[in-house]
């Protein structure tokens, strides 16, 4: 998948309303006055997603924020911030700061990444049976306390 490092402001259509919109239209024209002189972190709503994301996937970004904000993103020029646009957070504006694009892995990588998910799932399976073995070794009692209805 090609990867993106980018920034996001998101501006939450829960809190503001209508007014998100305007707002994130008017932080637009700040950032692409001078945003080297502006805090664009400090011009949106806190979501619980990060403000930077570091070389993510497509994927992962469509976890974090939606389809819709992906294939968005996904056509986006890095260098100029761009939006608003949506996600369930509500609208951001966004700035691809690195793009790289997708690449064939080696057959090494793959062989790699095959041996690693072999070895987990036989680890997985080991502690499967383990605590199968011990289980056969328990008995499970519960015990439910009376209740005085009386008081």
């Given at each position: 998948e090609p990867r993106f490092t980018l920034r996001q402001v998101?501006?939450?259509?829960?809190d503001r309303g209508d007014a998100a919109r305007v707002d994130?239209?008017?932080a637009l024209l700040l950032l692409g006055s001078d945003s080297s002189?502006?805090?664009?972190?400090?011009?949106g709503d806190p979501i619980p997603l990060p403000y930077r994301l570091e070389l993510a996937s497509l994927s992962t970004i469509t976890?974090?924020?939606?389809r819709d904000f992906t294939e968005a993103v996904?056509?986006?020029?890095?260098?100029a911030w761009s939006g608003p646009i949506y996600s369930g957070f509500g609208l951001h504006l966004v700035i691809v700061d690195e793009y790289l694009p997708a690449e064939r892995p080696t057959l090494?990588?793959?062989?790699?990444?095959?041996?690693?998910d072999y070895s987990n799932q036989r680890r997985k399976a080991?502690?499967?049976r383990l605590y199968e073995e011990l289980a056969k070794q328990y008995t499970i009692v519960v015990e439910v306390p009376e209740i005085d209805e009386t008081s």
């Open positions: 998101a501006f939450s259509s829960d994130a239209e008017q002189m502006v805090n664009a972190e400090a011009l976890s974090r924020f939606g996904s056509v986006l020029e890095p260098g090494e990588a793959v062989e790699r990444e095959v041996r690693r080991a502690i499967d």
